[in-house]
């Protein structure tokens, strides 16, 4: 079976540049995550989707982060314009439905803003 | 927000030797779950724990919880330098039509030989 799938694996960019990341989860999984880990720190979790809606968006930063999952498979995210801060690694992870416990994640992609 | 604590921070010890995290949380739960993540990857399931259970164990692992004290641990017994990773606890809530995540702050644990 094959994993969770994250490109690209990793990227630099300058403060107010925008940029992308992809995900494809394992197939069949309904529920899937975006997670960002600031350095030294556990997973945050930025949004959650179940099949294309969205069910969980709480710790977005809407001003400049965007998301979606279009035809309930592949998913985007999309940091607009990005700040120093955004520095981090975003975790893409899925699971087979809400409430199916154990989560499982893409090798991440890690974003240095300069 | 980061729901669990972990300690310590980090851990080295050699191997076969056993290495103890520790978890500590704020709110109920419907379970807990340990991770692991090598360096520069994604992170990997290790076991869950369901709020009514006490201990449980697979392989190596060995996970307790305390619901009355807000804390869990995670056993690794004879240890090997494969083990050398982070290790994150984390909570899970079912809320509505969600299932919550929330990460601890992860254990660095170093393995040597």
């Known amino acids: 079976e094959a994993g969770v799938a994250q490109s690209p694996r990793y990227k630099i960019i300058e403060k107010r540049q925008s940029v992308a990341f992809w995900c494809n989860p394992i197939?069949?999984?309904?529920?899937l995550y975006w997670y960002q880990q600031i350095l030294g720190q556990g997973p945050k979790l930025l949004i959650q989707?179940?099949?294309?809606?969205?069910?969980?968006d709480s710790q977005l930063p809407k001003d400049r982060f965007s998301a979606e999952r279009l035809k309930g498979v592949d998913s985007t995210l999309k940091i607009q314009p990005a700040k120093l801060e955004d520095s981090a690694v975003y975790l893409c992870?899925?699971?087979?439905?809400?409430?199916?416990?154990?989560?499982?994640f893409g090798p991440g992609t890690r974003l240095l803003v300069l | 927000s980061q729901q669990g604590e972990e300690d310590p921070q980090a851990l080295s010890i050699q191997e076969g030797e056993n290495a103890t995290m520790n978890c500590s949380y704020k709110?109920?739960?419907?379970?807990l779950q340990w991770y692991r993540q090598n360096s520069g990857r994604g992170l990997v399931h290790l076991i869950l724990?369901?709020?009514?259970?006490r201990e449980k164990h697979s392989g190596r692992l060995r996970v307790t919880l305390d619901t009355s004290k807000k804390s869990s641990s995670l056993l690794i017994t004879a240890s090997r330098a494969a083990d050398t990773a982070s290790y994150f606890c984390?909570?899970?809530?079912?809320?509505?039509?969600?299932?919550?995540?929330?990460f601890g702050t992860g254990t660095r644990l170093q393995v040597t030989l």
């Open positions: 992870a899925s699971s087979l439905m809400w409430g199916q416990e154990t989560q499982y």
């Open positions: 989707f179940q099949n294309n809606g969205v069910v969980d």
């Open positions: 197939s069949g999984h309904a529920t």
């Open positions: 984390a909570t899970a809530r079912n809320t509505g039509t969600a299932s919550k995540l929330t």
């Open positions: 724990i369901r709020s009514n259970e």
């Open positions: 709110t109920s739960i419907n379970n």
